[in-house]
């Protein structure tokens, strides 16, 4: 129709010709031409489409509100598409409307009634698919992702290659992977998105060029570079106007960190602002450049337009971002901490746009809002746990709140995270720990120098200068010497420490800059820069330290003949003079330092000390209270002198009254209070309040005072307090611990004063007298006078501690001569130690007079006397005792023999007892051993005797066989050789019945206290035979067989049996009866 619409008129055929370009300013006259035409609703639609294109959207509203009127939907009812079509339209208006309203009401408001006529599309068809897709659209408007799926997927499942829906359906599986926080899902809902962006082309391959956009975004996200790149030109070639595609190719190319990249990235946001000036990411990205080439001019007019045509929270973040950063570069604090405030609330997390919360932190950081500014890095940190500038930051916070324990976990969690570039976290958390742990604080110096090193870079002076001090405070003198030196390089102190151009006579007076002047005069020139000053200064305490007092004289001077002004170099060399009790020296030093600054504290307060030390009281309490006016009483070490000076006041020796030493000592008990109240770990303030607690009588709370004092000083070498040791041992003392006293008192010696100050030898002494320990107390003294001669009171104190022990001694009611010569011998020392000060007694200076001199010896010469009975009593006592003790000695030596002599019986009886009974376990042993062989000998023995009986029965047959061959001639040949074989068996048989006997009688000596105990003793033992049994059995066949032959042999005559042959009854224990004759009478 070319932008001509003909209404057909009812009931005509004429048409109303509306040009679509020349529509009516008031939309009443076409809805009067709609309604009286009863025109198709389409027709509705495109005026209206056509109101929104010319951007007249309240006549657009209007016709669409009255196309969807209930006359209307009631005379259309039948019409379904378009009523369907005019709700969704409005609802969409609705939905665009309330997506850009920045009044979260007003927006709420239109998502309502875009809400409301969806329902109604709805309800007319709940199956149209453009119902469920405007709705989708509206959660998606709404931020409602899941529902918004839901819907989209409804029209899917009715048409799955529905193009809008799957459009919607990868829109929103987008921005659920843009608000994901879990990787994995987040990388699964853009490949979601970007299957259904490719099948929404697949299907219409014609669709727009914002189609391959989102392509393009989704293949970015998942880190498809060069195909987003790709569908990014692509979508050029297609549209080469679309800002979008420019700006994401130029944050991909401004994303190299390459000129090249930098410069085509600019190129792209500078197109972009040329087709669409008003496109907020290009003013960003162009106010981002313009940041870092230093034209805030720019900067501030492009981010000004893109707030006012952004209404994207994110975006206008990153405006405001980039403006607050502007003023932050120029040092316009408020209002670059009021810009990231907007920035901060335009975001709902700080992971979404973290930088204007470190920016914020900075700015509040600057401004002195601390605990503000620890809650914006603490959102940094958030995000990047381990970001160390805000670590950094975290811990400088930490200790501006005085959370030292915080700052100091929090810099040595950066010094972790990034060792390598962590110079500056070190050296910070140092500054921490000096005051706490100062081998920490040197260790944590230390690694920030190597890492300066290793990276190349140079190392501040500084930095060594406080590695140096640390050594200083460490006593490892060495170390700190290599160091301050490297922090010095070359110069002229070179030449000071060598000694090569200083003579010891110019170093006499520390006023004397001559030296330098003629140095100059000689044209060499020597500089001492301003950033070494202080390192040669502690350089010079260092060589103080160590003695070398020449050295350090000539760098303060160096140091005064460059910077005349320099203070503190006057004031050491007014201590050195007053070390060397040049007192008037260290007066004019301080003086001239009062010239360069009159109201400098520390010169007053070391004038008034030194007219303290010269007796001067009224014009040092005068220097004193300016001293501390100088500083509005601020000084403590102010208030601390005029606390001294009222002590000292109290406790004057001339004569003063109770009342005005107990006010002394309460304004001495105030100022120290004061300081404490200022700074409580002040150890002379806490020393001096302890002090006036202990002339008090309050020894207990001044015991524990001077213990914490004591222990607090004990870990610094800048700290030298003999005097809390003295005190701590004046307390002991008072409360009669004089053991505890003593130790204190020689601790201090030891490690102060090397054993050699008198003042504390004599309160020691004064304790070892008090303890009754005089002999201690005289060496003691002696000590002390050897140390000073010159001394006549510490002489006079020996002769009264000699005095004392000798007394002691006297007064025990046993003592030995030994102790009573040794009594003789003190005295007349005492005596010859009062005689001698008879000299100086007349000087009531030293403590005593000439009546007390005489006194002490009067009272020594009468113990003398005294002496000279007791020594001879104590000598007739010591020799009796001398001869009871030999007595006793004779005596115990005699028991002592007569003891030794019967131990030496009872051994030789036992040994005697132990010899019998070895010998008698061996005598059994070898009556064992016989017996075993015995036993083996008999079993041999019956072996032969049954080997004879068996050769005996064969001859006996073969006999009979002959006898009954022969007849009767040969009777009596066969009787003498029957006779003599007879015999002859009975001599054999007789032989082995001797044998048989000697076992019976060995058996026997065991069997005389009863029968069987051999046999049961060789059973006991395991060697039991059982060949006995056989033996046993064989000698008696052998009986049965002599009976046998005798009774054969009683039809011949019979014999006489020869004398000494036993028979058989013999063998059992009975002898014969019968005569005697030789064998050949028998025969």
């Known amino acids: 129709m070319g932008g001509v619409v003909y209404i057909p008129v009812q009931n005509s055929e004429e048409e109303v010709r509306v040009a679509l370009d020349q529509l009516p300013r008031d939309a009443t006259d076409m809805i009067d031409i709609l309604k009286a035409e009863q025109a198709p609703l389409q027709f509705w639609l495109i005026i209206a489409r056509e109101y929104f294109k010319q951007g007249k959207v309240d006549q657009f509203r209007q016709i669409l509100e009255e196309g969807s009127s209930p006359e209307i939907d009631e005379y259309y009812a039948d019409v379904k598409y378009e009523r369907i079509a005019i709700l969704n339209a409005l609802a969409a208006y609705f939905t665009y409307v309330g997506k850009i309203e920045s009044k979260q009401r007003d927006k709420e408001d239109n998502f309502v009634l875009a809400t409301q006529y969806y329902n109604r599309a709805s309800r007319i068809d709940p199956h149209e698919l453009s119902t469920w897709i405007g709705k989708g659209q509206l959660y998606v408007a709404k931020g409602e992702f899941a529902t918004a799926s839901e819907s989209f997927r409804i029209a899917l499942v009715e048409d799955p290659n529905c193009v809008p829906a799957l459009l919607g359906q990868a829109c929103v599986d987008f921005n659920i992977a843009e608000r994901e926080e879990h990787y994995k899902k987040a990388m699964d809902s853009y490949r979601s998105s970007l299957d259904n962006y490719k099948r929404a082309l697949q299907i219409n391959p014609n669709c727009p060029a914002s189609v391959r956009l989102g392509i393009g975004f989704c293949r970015y996200k998942l880190g498809q570079f060069e195909k987003a790149r790709q569908a990014f030109q692509r979508v050029l070639q297609l549209d080469p106007e679309n800002i979008e595609a420019l700006v994401a190719l130029g944050v991909m190319d401004l994303q190299t960190n390459e000129a090249g990249g930098i410069r085509r990235g600019m190129e792209k946001m500078q197109k972009t602002f040329e087709i669409h000036p008003y496109c907020p990411v290009a003013l960003n990205y162009l106010a981002n450049h313009f940041f870092f080439t230093g034209q805030h001019f720019l900067v501030e007019q492009l981010t000004e337009t893109a707030l006012v045509v952004s209404n994207h929270g994110l975006m206008k973040a990153h405006s405001f971002y980039n403006l607050a950063r502007s003023y932050h570069s120029k040092g316009d604090y408020e209002k670059a901490l009021r810009f990231y405030m907007l920035s901060v609330k335009e975001i709902n997390k700080p992971q979404e746009f973290v930088l204007p919360y470190y920016g914020l932190g900075q700015v509040q950081l600057k401004l002195g809002d601390f605990r503000s500014s620890l809650s914006s890095f603490e959102k940094v940190l958030e995000v990047y746990p381990e970001n160390c500038e805000s670590l950094k930051a975290i811990g400088h916070i930490y200790s501006q709140l005085g959370e030292i324990d915080k700052a ?73 010497e290599q160091t301050f030196k490297e922090a010095l390089g070359d110069g002229i102190w ?43 200064f502690n350089y010079a305490r260092l060589l103080e330290q160590v003695n070398g007092t020449e050295k350090a004289s000539n760098f303060y001077r160096l140091i005064l003949f460059k910077y005349p002004d320099y203070v503190d170099a006057y004031l050491r060399l007014a201590a050195m003079a007053k070390a060397q009790n ?17 109201r400098c504290s520390n010169a007053l307060n ?57 006010q002394h000592l309460e304004k001495a008990k105030e100022l120290y ?87 504390v030898l004599l309160y020691l002494a004064r304790t070892q007298y008090e303890a009754e320990q005089w002999q201690e107390c005289k060496r003691t003294l002696l000590r002390a006078i050897h140390l000073a001669p010159s001394n006549y009171t510490l002489r006079f104190d020996a002769g009264v501690a000699m005095q004392k022990f000798s007394a002691s001694t006297l007064q025990k009611s046993k003592r030995t001569a030994d102790e009573v010569r040794s009594t003789v011998s003190e005295l007349k020392n005492a005596v010859r130690v009062f005689s001698h000060l008879a000299a100086v007694s007349s000087h009531h200076v030293y403590g005593f007079d000439e009546k007390k001199r005489e006194t002490h010896v009067e009272y020594c010469k009468h113990l003398l006397e005294v002496a000279k009975v007791h020594c001879e009593a104590a000598e007739a006592e010591e020799q009796q005792n001398r001869q009871r003790l030999e007595a006793a000695r004779q005596i115990s030596l005699a028991e002592e023999a007569q003891r030794k002599a019967e131990e030496q019986r009872k051994y030789l009886m036992e040994k005697r007892k132990q010899e019998d009974e070895l010998k008698q376990v061996m005598q059994q042993e070898e009556d064992f051993e016989r017996i075993k062989e015995q036993l083996k000998n008999s079993t041999n023995t019956s072996a032969k005797r049954r080997e004879r009986e ?26 003498e050789k029957k006779t003599k074989t007879r015999f002859e068996e009975e001599a054999e048989m007789e032989y082995e019945h001797d044998d048989n006997e000697e076992d019976t009688d060995t058996f026997n000596y065991y069997d005389d206290d009863g029968a069987g105990k051999a046999h049961n003793d060789l059973t006991a033992a395991g060697l039991e035979d059982s060949d006995v049994e056989d033996d046993q059995g064989i000698n008696s066949s052998i009986n049965r067989k002599r009976r046998a032959l005798s009774e054969s042999d009683d039809d011949d005559e019979p014999l006489e049996r020869p004398r000494g042959i036993e028979t058989d009854d013999e063998a059992d224990g009975t002898k014969g009866k019968g005569g005697s004759g ?3 009478d028998n025969d």
């Open 408 to 480: 100091v976990d929090t810099f040595r969690k950066a010094t972790r995270i990034d060792p390598k570039d962590s110079g500056q976290a070190f050296m910070e958390l140092a500054e921490l720990l000096i005051s706490s742990d100062t081998g920490a604080a040197l260790d944590a110096l230390k690694t920030a120098r190597n890492l300066l090193k290793k990276g190349g870079q140079d190392v501040q002076i500084e930095l060594l200068n406080n590695i140096g001090v640390l050594y200083f405070d460490k006593g490892e003198f060495e170390l700190a």
């Open 494 to 536: 070179l030449s000071l420490l060598s000694g090569s151009i200083v003579s010891s006579a110019q170093s006499l007076n520390y006023r004397d800059f001559s030296l330098f002047q003629q140095l100059e005069e000689d044209g060499l020139s020597f500089e001492l820069p301003w950033d070494k000053v202080s390192t040669l």
């Open 950 to 975: 068996r050769s005996h029965g064969e001859d006996e047959e073969a006999g009979d066989r002959k006898r009954r061959r022969g007849g009767g001639g040969g009777g009596r040949k066969r009787k």
């Open 606 to 662: 070391m004038l008034g000390d030194l007219e303290l030390k010269i007796d001067d009281w009224i014009k040092a309490k005068e220097t004193l209270r300016a001293a501390k006016d100088a500083t509005d009483g601020k000084d403590s070490y102010s208030t601390l002198a005029l606390g001294n000076w009222n002590y000292f006041a109290a406790v004057r020796n001339e004569k003063r009254g109770p009342k005005l030493e107990a």
């Open 673 to 759: 209070t004061k300081v404490l109240m200022q700074h409580t770990s002040n150890l002379y303030a806490a020393n001096g309040s302890a002090i006036v607690l202990a002339e008090k009588g309050q020894f207990d709370v001044a015991k524990d005072i001077f213990t914490q004092v004591q222990e607090a000083a004990s870990g610094t070498i800048f700290v030298q307090m003999p005097d809390v040791w003295v005190n701590l041992a004046h307390v002991y003392f008072a409360q009669g611990h004089f053991a505890l006293a003593a130790k204190m008192y020689q601790n201090c010696l030891r490690k102060f004063y090397y054993n050699t100050d008198t003042q």
């Open 1078 to 1080: 030789d064998e050949e």
């Open 582 to 598: 040049n007192i008037q020296l260290s007066i004019e030093l301080i003086n001239d330092a009062l010239r360069v600054d009159d």
